[in-house]
């Protein structure tokens, strides 16, 4: 038998992890949390009004460490660099909440959503309903649904949730594949995400490759190994306006600056 990859050890864990919490936090009182929760913003209206204007959308990062490369970012205040990104001129923000993997937190989001106006993605390992109610209980207004996880059913039923909960959804494939079972759910963001979760490699042929199979109802974020200007622009000539971007601004000291710059 192959060993698990990083992702199958994820899910496994993340299993354990719905269970533990629900002890402590049941559905029900999630379903009272979200009654006083921040009112949803706009994530794919944000997206949808920049790219309108004729201007890149760019999901700014909040991570402080990935598996792959172990901790990104030292000095990590998730409040100064959600304000440091809006100054910069991201349009949404991405924060991790995995702890095991990532080093994230439920907190950090919160701490970044409050400290901005910017719509967040709560960006986790999403497979069971548990945590769709929990991500809108902390304020987020969108979540990350990953196809190479997921079976068709369970994703359209947490998308269905999502959904009714006022959340936005943004559905993360890496192959032909995974598009197609995507794309009868008929979500409006489709994320190709340039790096195999299996084993880390990034290329951004993976999101060129896909583009032919997607039409233009559709608006792509393309996700990982965006680095440089010359990504940016490679991306834009292929039609490709919406960015996901961790790690190039999570190594800047000023992470809004090197947004501003990478996208000027
Ligand atoms: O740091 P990068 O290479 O700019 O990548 C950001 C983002 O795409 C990446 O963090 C990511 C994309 N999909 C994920 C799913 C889970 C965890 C992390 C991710």
Same mark, same amino acid.
């Given at each position: 038998?192959?060993?698990?990859?990083?992702?199958?050890?994820?899910?496994?864990?993340?299993?354990?992890?719905?269970?533990?919490?629900?002890?402590?936090?049941?559905?029900?009182?999630?379903?009272?949390?979200?009654?006083?929760?921040?009112?949803?913003? *706009?994530?794919?209206?944000?997206?949808?009004?920049?790219?309108?204007?004729?201007?890149?959308?760019?999901?700014?990062?909040?991570?402080?460490?990935?598996?792959?490369? *172990?901790?990104? %970012?030292?000095?990590?205040?998730?409040?100064?660099?959600?304000?440091?990104?809006?100054?910069?001129?991201?349009?949404?923000?991405?924060?991790?909440?995995?702890?095991?993997?990532?080093? *994230?937190?439920?907190?950090?989001?919160?701490?970044? %959503?409050?400290?901005?106006?910017?719509?967040?993605?709560?960006?986790?390992?999403?497979?069971?309903?548990?945590?769709?109610?929990?991500? %809108?209980?902390?304020?987020?207004?969108?979540?990350?649904?990953?196809?190479?996880?997921?079976?068709?059913?369970?994703?359209?039923?947490?998308?269905?949730?999502?959904?009714?909960?006022?959340?936005?959804?943004?559905?993360?494939?890496?192959?032909?594949?995974?598009?197609?079972?995507?794309?009868?759910? *008929?979500?409006?963001?489709?994320?190709?995400?340039?790096?195999?979760?299996?084993?880390?490699?990034?290329?951004?042929?993976?999101?060129?490759?896909?583009?032919?199979?997607?039409?233009?109802?559709?608006?792509?974020?393309?996700?990982?190994?965006?680095?440089?200007?010359?990504?940016?622009?490679?991306?834009?000539?292929?039609?490709?306006?919406?960015?996901?971007?961790?790690?190039?601004?999570?190594?800047?000291?000023?992470?809004?600056?090197?947004?501003?710059?990478?996208?000027?």
């Amino acid at each position: 038998m192959s060993l698990p990859t990083v992702l199958e050890r994820i899910i496994e864990r993340k299993f354990e992890e719905v269970g533990e919490r629900e002890k402590q936090r049941s559905v029900s009182q999630l379903q009272d949390d979200i009654i006083t929760a921040s009112p949803v913003r *706009g994530f794919v209206q944000a997206i949808a009004n920049n790219i309108a204007a004729g201007r890149s959308a760019v999901i700014a990062e909040v991570k402080k460490a990935s598996p792959s490369k *172990g901790v990104i %970012r030292e000095h990590f205040q998730p409040a100064e660099i959600a304000c440091s990104y809006e100054k910069g001129g991201a349009t949404c923000l991405s924060v991790l909440t995995d702890a095991d993997f990532f080093q *994230g937190s439920e907190a950090y989001l919160q701490q970044a %959503r409050e400290a901005c106006s910017l719509p967040v993605i709560r960006k986790d390992f999403i497979v069971d309903p548990y945590q769709v109610y929990e991500a %809108r209980a902390i304020g987020a207004d969108c979540i990350l649904l990953i196809a190479a996880a997921l079976s068709d059913g369970k994703m359209a039923e947490l998308n269905t949730i999502a959904q009714a909960l006022g959340m936005d959804v943004l559905i993360e494939v890496h192959n032909a594949d995974e598009l197609a079972r995507t794309l009868p759910l *008929g979500n409006r963001l489709i994320g190709i995400n340039n790096r195999n979760l299996h084993n880390f490699d990034t290329s951004l042929s993976t999101t060129y490759d896909l583009l032919d199979s997607i039409s233009d109802q559709h608006i792509v974020v393309t996700e990982s190994g965006i680095h440089r200007r010359e990504d940016v622009a490679a991306m834009r000539e292929h039609g490709v306006n919406a960015f996901l971007v961790g790690e190039a601004f999570m190594r800047a000291e000023e992470p809004g600056e090197k947004l501003a710059e990478m996208f000027a």
